[in-house]
C-alpha cells in the first residue's frame, strides 16, 4: 500500500523558517516524482513545488519562488518542504503528493502551517 | 501561466440528480486534465485523468469529457456519499487547478 506520511509543521511568526517532511513507503520512491501542493483555510487548491524522480529538476509556483525549497532524499525515501520567510499568506495546509502519469495518484495526509505573529 | 475556471461554485442538487460541472482552460491542454473529489478534512481523491479515464475503483456514474479548453464532469445519478467539492487540474504544463465547485443539497 502506498503511504506519504507527513511530518512538521506548525505555528512560526511572519519571516520565520519550517521544514515539513514527507515518508513514502509501499513504492520505489526513486521512480516518481513528487510535488507539495497546499490548500489556505477554505480555500482551494495551490500547486506550489515539483521534484523530479533524481532530485535534478524542480520548479516553483511564483508564490513561493525564491522562499521555499524542495528537496528529496532517496536512501532515506524521505520528501522536503524548506519554507524560508514566511508570511501570513502562508497559512495553509500543505500536502506532499505523489505523480503518476503526470496527474497526482497519492496524497499525503496534509500538516497545517499558521504563520501568525 | 494556465488558468482554469471552473463552474459553477456551488451547486445545490438532490440524490438521482444528473449533474455537470465545467472546467476551461486558458490554452489548450489537449486531454491533460483531471479530476478530483475532496471532502472535508480529507486528502482530495482523482476520479477521472486524461479527461476522460475513469481511474480505478471510482464508481462509473462518474465521466468525464473534453479536449483542448473546455472539460466536464458529470455525474449521472448523484449518491449521498458524493456530496463533496470537486476540483479540475490542467497537467499539461505544470499543473493548475480550478477553484472547486461545491455540490451540496
Known amino acids: 500500500e502506498v503511504q506519504l506520511v507527513q511530518s512538521g509543521g506548525g505555528s512560526v511568526h511572519p519571516g520565520g523558517s519550517l521544514r515539513l517532511s514527507c515518508a513514502a513507503s509501499?513504492?520505489?520512491?526513486?521512480?516518481?516524482?513528487l510535488n507539495w501542493v497546499r490548500q489556505a483555510p477554505g480555500k482551494g487548491l495551490e500547486w506550489i513545488s515539483y521534484?523530479?524522480?533524481?532530485?535534478?529538476?524542480?520548479y516553483y509556483a511564483d508564490s513561493v519562488k525564491g522562499r521555499f525549497t524542495i528537496s528529496r532524499d532517496n536512501a532515506k525515501n524521505s520528501l522536503y518542504l524548506q519554507m524560508n520567510n514566511l508570511r501570513a499568506e502562508d497559512t495553509a495546509v500543505y500536502s506532499c503528493?505523489?505523480?503518476?502519469?503526470?496527474?497526482?495518484?497519492?496524497w499525503g495526509q496534509g500538516t497545517l502551517v499558521i504563520v501568525s505573529s | 501561466d494556465i488558468q482554469m475556471t471552473q463552474s459553477p461554485s456551488t451547486l445545490s442538487a438532490s440524490v438521482g440528480d444528473r449533474v455537470t460541472i465545467t472546467c476551461r482552460a486558458s490554452?489548450?491542454?489537449?486531454?491533460?486534465l483531471a479530476w478530483y473529489q475532496q471532502k472535508p478534512g480529507k486528502a482530495p481523491k482523482v476520479l477521472i485523468y486524461?479527461?476522460?479515464s475513469l481511474e480505478s475503483g471510482v464508481p462509473s456514474r462518474f465521466s468525464g469529457s473534453g479536449s483542448g479548453t473546455e472539460f466536464t464532469l458529470t455525474i449521472s445519478s448523484l449518491q449521498p456519499d458524493d456530496f463533496a467539492t470537486y476540483y479540475c487540474?490542467?497537467?499539461?504544463?505544470?499543473?493548475?487547478f480550478g477553484q472547486g465547485t461545491k455540490v451540496d443539497i
Open positions: 490554452q489548450s491542454i489537449s486531454t491533460s
Open positions: 503528493v505523489r505523480v503518476y502519469s503526470n496527474y497526482f495518484d497519492n
Open positions: 486524461k479527461a476522460s
Open positions: 509501499g513504492f520505489t520512491f526513486s521512480n516518481y516524482e
Open positions: 487540474q490542467q497537467y499539461g504544463s505544470l499543473w493548475t
Open positions: 521534484i523530479s524522480g533524481g532530485g535534478e529538476t524542480m
